[in-house]
Nanobody, 129 residues
Framework: QVQLVESGGGLVQTGGSLRLSCAAS????????MAWFRQAPGNEREFVAA????????YYADSVKGRITFSRDSTKNTVYLRMNSLKHEDTAVYYC??????????????????????WGQGTQVTVSS
């Protein structure tokens, strides 16, 4: 059974940093496209960042570009989201997602919720102002 488990969320002050982790199990995800989405109360789930199945390309939402880094450790079947200079508006539940589709390799496809087959349960990030 495929599982994605997020961790690393918590409460942080404005300007602080966090590193979220997403550990995958059930199969090897080294050739999967992976992504992070977030959902704030009352809002739709939105794209944050993604890494292509080859690991060669990363994609970021404009709202987080320059503050967030997405990385992958294939030896641990884990991806990370390093978030710096956090803002109150970054407060949300952050979800990890994965897909085996090699067609998910453009900014339009990596941003789409329907592109992903597997989702984690989410981890809460709260940024106090």
């Amino acid at each position: 059974q495929v599982q994605l488990v997020e961790s690393g969320g918590g409460l942080v002050q404005t300007g602080g940093s966090l590193r979220l982790s997403c550990a995958a199990s059930g199969r090897t995800f080294s050739s999967y496209a992976m992504a992070w989405f977030r959902q704030a109360p009352g809002n739709e789930r939105e794209f944050v960042a993604a890494i292509s199945w080859s690991g060669g390309n990363t994609y970021y939402a404009d709202s987080v570009k320059g503050r967030i880094t997405f990385s992958r450790d294939s030896t641990k079947n884990t991806v990370y989201l390093r978030m710096n200079s956090l803002k109150h508006e970054d407060t949300a539940v952050y979800y990890c997602a994965a897909t085996s589709s090699k067609a998910v390799n453009t900014i339009s496809t990596v941003k789409a919720l329907y592109s992903y087959d597997y989702w984690g349960q989410g981890t809460q990030v709260t940024v106090s102002s």
